[in-house]
């Protein structure tokens, strides 16, 4: 028997042997995790939207996005309150 290192999902419980896949797991878990506190609203599946998203991000097949998600969540969290307001 030989010892390997491993890294683990914390999420999902499933072992990589890069970082980069343990990290995406985790990434992706987290998702699908607010995916599900969002309501479906017809045929349309959060937790599949977000894991779309997941996978697009990880992808960087188009790196701008973050960058414009990030800028967008960070006003929203500035600005949560009047944002929200009823």
């Given at each position: 028997?030989?010892?390997?290192?491993?890294?683990?999902?914390?999420?999902?419980?499933?072992?990589?042997?890069?970082p980069r896949?343990?990290?995406?797991?985790?990434?992706?878990?987290?998702?699908?995790?607010?995916?599900?506190?969002?309501g479906?609203?017809?045929?349309?599946?959060?937790?599949?939207?977000?894991?779309?998203?997941?996978n697009?991000?990880t992808s960087?097949?188009?790196?701008?996005?973050q960058?414009?998600?990030?800028e967008?969540?960070?006003?929203?969290?500035?600005?949560?309150?009047?944002?929200?307001?009823?």
């Open positions: 028997m030989q010892t390997v290192e491993a890294y683990k999902c914390e999420r999902t419980k499933q072992l990589f042997e890069h896949d343990a990290a995406r797991c985790e990434f992706k878990a987290m998702m699908k995790s607010a995916g599900g506190k969002l479906a609203m017809g045929s349309v599946n959060p937790v599949d939207i977000l894991e779309w998203l997941a697009n991000m960087n097949v188009h790196p701008t996005f960058d414009a998600l990030f967008a969540l960070d006003y929203f969290k500035a600005n949560r309150e009047t944002i929200t307001q009823r």
